[in-house]
């Protein structure tokens, strides 16, 4: 085997061994996988591809068209107090077959997503006899506000109103205009004079995903609601702020873990319960109130940054939604209502990516107090969120400083084949209606956006479709 050594002593051709260069696209073929880095390397490729391929009007079960989503004639009243119709929720299941929206004016509505996409991509003799009529719809006469699967039961909604301080669950197995279960608050310890005046409705849902009978839900009167259906459905336990009668709470996330619940409050603040450890914990495990673990204050935190509190006028605003990154589980996205979006670090609760757009009043447009909510791709860190002028914007919040969004961005670092990088940039689709809402699929990366005129709209890479099933 001495014969196949190479010594040491052996001085090296400095022509050829400088600096061998690294093919990257070779490595990942023969690893078998994508790193992530080159996956972001190479992701300008999938967010110049997205585009607006198709929309679908807002109908019944039936065949009947604009079931009580007729948008408001009043375009001035319209842009002060924002339309009384509009999908303002939208959510796949957790195997991408079902996506599920909600409407301003009541409706609940469950499409089969392959049926959605066949009929903008699939063969014409497949497309002409789809029409996008939903699996089921259920109208109601309240104004709906969240919808939320439940991971262990694919087969179940739940659906909330900012006007009502109940949780409706459905069945969508078996077609029926009733809810299944009806979650209500009961008798609260804080019920009374304190919240006398505050809306009591819900914002948002989110299921514990090893859990199937335990939910949250967050409350416009400051608090944070927990059912346990195998023990009840008319008591909870639940959990307030100090400042309850300041706070009414936009958006709810759990972490991957189901350790830690955030609530994003329309003062501005990030609350967070600790679930099972931690300095503050055990919420939710009895009757006593257990007091916050941390709570951040977003503007506060941006005014930390340097060269954006050099260029802007910070002033708190009102915090429309929050959304773990699917891909990246310390990374905490929220959205304003000014427009502004960004990521917050968890493990060092510091603000790492921020996207300002130009203010609406740029663009002759007056902000509205619709609550939007973007989503995120499941992979590539990438954040769909739409605007109030007719566009999504593909935000790049890849968790290192070569994202374009990163406080800061380094536009000099090379490639892993030593070459010079591509800049990366966001992305901004214009589509042809405004957009409340977004969803993403779970695999594909395809997104399904709500909007004002309360139909859909499909947002994804054009395909090019085949005759006669080929």
């Keep these: 085997m001495e014969q196949f050594l190479v010594s040491s002593s052996l001085q090296r051709n400095p022509i050829a061994y400088k600096d061998p260069i690294k093919w990257t696209r070779c490595i990942a073929e023969l690893e078998g996988r994508l790193s992530p880095k080159f996956r972001h390397q190479n992701s300008h490729l999938l967010l110049n591809s997205y585009s607006q391929t198709g929309t679908f009007t807002h109908i019944s079960d039936d065949g009947e068209a604009n079931c009580r989503t007729t948008l408001d004639t009043n375009s001035t009243l319209r842009s002060y107090l924002g339309p009384s119709h509009g999908v303002t929720a939208v959510e796949f299941d957790a195997k991408g077959i079902y996506v599920a929206s909600v409407t301003k004016s009541g409706c609940l509505s469950v499409h089969d997503f392959e049926t959605l996409y066949c009929t903008i991509h699939g063969p014409s003799s497949l497309t002409s006899k789809c029409t996008g009529k939903p699996l089921v719809h259920i109208p109601t006469s309240m104004a709906l506000n969240a919808v939320k699967w439940n991971p262990s039961n694919q087969d179940e909604v739940a659906c909330a109103s900012r006007r009502r301080d109940k949780i409706f669950l459905f069945d969508i197995s078996y077609v029926s205009a009733e809810p299944i279960e009806v979650l209500e608050i009961g008798r609260s310890r804080f019920s009374g004079s304190r919240f006398s005046d505050i809306q009591e409705g819900f914002s948002d849902i989110v299921f514990l995903s090893q859990d199937k009978s335990r939910l949250l839900a967050s409350s416009l009167n400051g608090g944070i609601y927990m ?94 939604s929050i959304k773990f990154d699917p891909s990246c589980p310390y990374q905490l996205a929220f959205h304003l209502d000014d427009g502004w979006s960004g990521v917050i670090n968890v493990n060092d609760l510091s603000v790492t990516h921020v996207h300002c757009p130009p203010p609406n009043w740029l663009g002759g447009i007056i902000t509205c107090t619709i609550i939007r909510r973007p989503a995120w791709l499941p992979t590539f860190s990438v954040y769909a969120v739409s605007s109030s002028s007719k566009e999504i914007y593909l935000l790049d919040f890849y968790p290192d400083k070569t994202s374009p969004s990163h406080i800061y961005f380094n536009d000099e670092i090379e490639t892993l084949s030593g070459g010079k990088r591509r800049l990366l940039q966001n992305k901004l689709i214009s589509l042809s209606k405004d957009v409340i809402c977004c969803a993403v699929h779970p695999f594909n990366g395809t997104i399904v956006a709500g909007t004002e005129e309360s139909s859909l709209m499909m947002v994804s890479q054009p395909g090019s479709s085949g005759e006669d099933g080929e």
């Design 227 to 320: 059912w346990d259906r195998r023990v009840s459905t008319t008591n909870c336990l639940e959990q307030f702020t100090k400042s309850s009668s300041e706070c009414q709470f936009n958006g709810l996330e759990l972490d991957r873990e189901n350790r830690v619940v955030f609530g994003a409050g329309r003062n501005g603040i990030i609350y967070a319960w600790d679930l099972r450890g931690g300095r503050s914990s055990f919420a939710f495990q009895s009757s006593n109130e257990v007091p916050v673990l941390t709570s951040l204050k977003v503007s506060s935190m941006l005014e930390k940054i340097k060269d954006l509190k050099e260029q802007s006028n910070i002033v708190s605003r009102e915090i429309h």
